[in-house]
């Protein structure tokens, strides 16, 4: 489910089995809009999210395999979505607006990829894929519009910059129990269980980065990147010309 942005007591969920997504007036307590797709039955919406600007344009995605898209729906007028995104090998599970380029939204899903895409004319660009690996969010940082975080179910999360081609994974964080552990027995020591299966976890991410960077940077090899818009903050804000 997701808040709308510009109108504080609208409110998108999924029901249905994740077939029908619906849209409530908290105010009045009730439903106002439900809508499906209905070129494509049987695939399941996983979640939804509100364009950062206007406020009847809707984004939602499919984690059905056999149809792994992302639906643009302007509300005025849902018996058909205004633009289908396709890039997704598999499943779709999270999508995330950049709130200074409402042009500019990333996906994850269950083939391990995040992609940026340009809403306007369906282009996409691959920023990762790890191989065996789902990618569970994706989420823009609020105020350094060229940051963005992806979350897999290795227990690990990557923070990357759209102008560095290198992501920067941070280590699994530890529970409480965890680090009282550590600190009784000394911070690092060896014989403790806790601290090798960390430190095993910890090498095996890593590894698991560094093949995704490798498969990445050879799968780029093979194809040519897509060119997208330059985003807002990068375009002058005025020109004068005599």
Same mark, same amino acid.
């Given at each position: 489910?997701?808040?709308?942005?510009?109108?504080?007591?609208?409110?998108?969920?999924?029901?249905?089995? $994740?077939?029908?997504?619906?849209?409530?007036?908290?105010? +009045?307590?009730?439903?106002?809009?439900?809508?499906? +797709?209905?070129?494509?039955?049987?695939?399941?919406?996983?979640?939804?999210?509100?364009?950062?600007? /206007?406020?009847?344009?809707?984004?939602?995605?499919? +984690? +059905?395999?056999?149809?792994?898209?992302?639906?643009?729906?302007?509300?005025?007028?849902?018996?058909?979505?205004?633009?289908?995104?396709?890039?997704?090998?598999?499943?779709?599970?999270?999508?995330?607006?950049?709130?200074? /380029?409402?042009?500019?939204?990333?996906?994850?899903?269950?083939?391990?990829?995040?992609?940026?895409?340009?809403?306007?004319? $369906?282009?996409?660009?691959?920023? /990762? /894929?790890?191989?065996?690996?789902?990618?569970?969010?994706?989420?823009?940082?609020?105020?350094?519009?060229?940051?963005?975080?992806?979350?897999?179910?290795?227990?690990?999360?990557?923070?990357?910059?759209?102008?560095?081609?290198?992501?920067?994974?941070?280590?699994?964080?530890?529970?409480?129990?965890?680090?009282?552990?550590?600190?009784?027995?000394?911070?690092?020591?060896?014989?403790?269980?806790?601290?090798?299966?960390?430190?095993?976890?910890?090498?095996?991410?890593?590894?698991?980065?560094?093949?995704?960077?490798?498969?990445?940077?050879?799968?780029?090899?093979?194809?040519?990147?897509?060119?997208?818009?330059?985003?807002?903050?990068?375009?002058?804000?005025?020109?004068?010309?005599?």
């Amino acid at each position: 489910m997701a808040w709308n942005r510009k109108v504080e007591h609208i409110l998108a969920a999924v029901a249905g089995g $994740g077939h029908t997504t619906v849209v409530w007036h908290m105010r +009045d307590n009730k439903p106002i809009l439900a809508f499906h +797709d209905s070129k494509q039955r049987g695939h399941r919406v996983r979640s939804v999210a509100w364009h950062p600007a /206007e406020s009847t344009q809707l984004l939602t995605v499919s +984690d +059905d395999d056999h149809h792994p898209v992302l639906l643009l729906w302007d509300l005025r007028n849902t018996y058909a979505p205004t633009r289908t995104l396709h890039g997704h090998k598999k499943g779709v599970w999270a999508a995330s607006w950049n709130a200074h /380029e409402p042009a500019l939204v990333a996906s994850c899903g269950k083939d391990g990829a995040t992609l940026l895409w340009d809403v306007r004319t $369906g282009a996409h660009k691959l920023v /990762e /894929e790890l191989p065996n690996a789902w990618n569970f969010d994706v989420q823009w940082a609020p105020r350094q519009p060229c940051v963005l975080a992806s979350a897999s179910l290795q227990n690990l999360v990557r923070v990357h910059a759209l102008h560095d081609p290198n992501p920067r994974p941070l280590a699994p964080a530890r529970t409480p129990s965890q680090s009282a552990l550590g600190s009784s027995s000394g911070g690092g020591d060896a014989n403790n269980p806790f601290e090798q299966i960390m430190a095993q976890q910890q090498a095996q991410a890593h590894a698991a980065a560094q093949q995704a960077q490798a498969a990445q940077g050879s799968a780029q090899a093979k194809q040519p990147a897509q060119a997208l818009p330059a985003p807002r903050w990068l375009k002058r804000p005025a020109a004068v010309c005599l």
